[in-house]
């Protein structure tokens, strides 16, 4: 599953059966109970491997947001039951905004859906 961490939305993607290709899975409100919910889908979906965006500044390294993530990773998703993959997501989110050419809704699920077929090309070959 690939995930896009917001402050108020959180973007998920799975893959298909084959890990081949990824789409767009939902998006959750970030807030109490977002344990919860995230392991509920890792269990109906049989998660595991989680992939969640980090978003390095553009020197690579972790900036606020991305200690913010990081935070929410060791809180929220350890334990679960799923590897957890920290990956570079910086030009997820304006992507699909590009390819709508204006406002996208729900756009954190297209930008975890790019963050995870990005991991799939270059890690699960």
Do not use: W
Request: with cysteine; glycine share 10%.
């Amino acid at each position: 599953m690939g995930m896009d961490v917001g402050d108020r939305n959180i973007g998920l993607a799975v893959t298909d059966k084959n890990n081949k290709v990824a789409y767009p899975l939902d998006v959750l409100k970030n807030g109490p109970g977002i344990r919860s919910k995230i392991k509920e889908i890792v269990n109906e979906k049989d998660i595991d491997k989680i992939v969640v965006g980090i978003p390095f500044n553009l020197k690579g390294e972790a900036g606020h947001q991305a200690n913010k993530v990081l935070r929410f990773i060791g809180h929220e998703l350890e334990g679960l039951g799923a590897q957890i993959v920290k990956y570079d997501e910086r030009f997820t989110t304006k992507i699909p905004l590009k390819q709508k050419k204006g406002k996208v809704e729900h756009v954190d699920k297209y930008s975890a859906c790019i963050l995870l077929n990005d991991y799939i090309s270059h890690y699960e070959k």
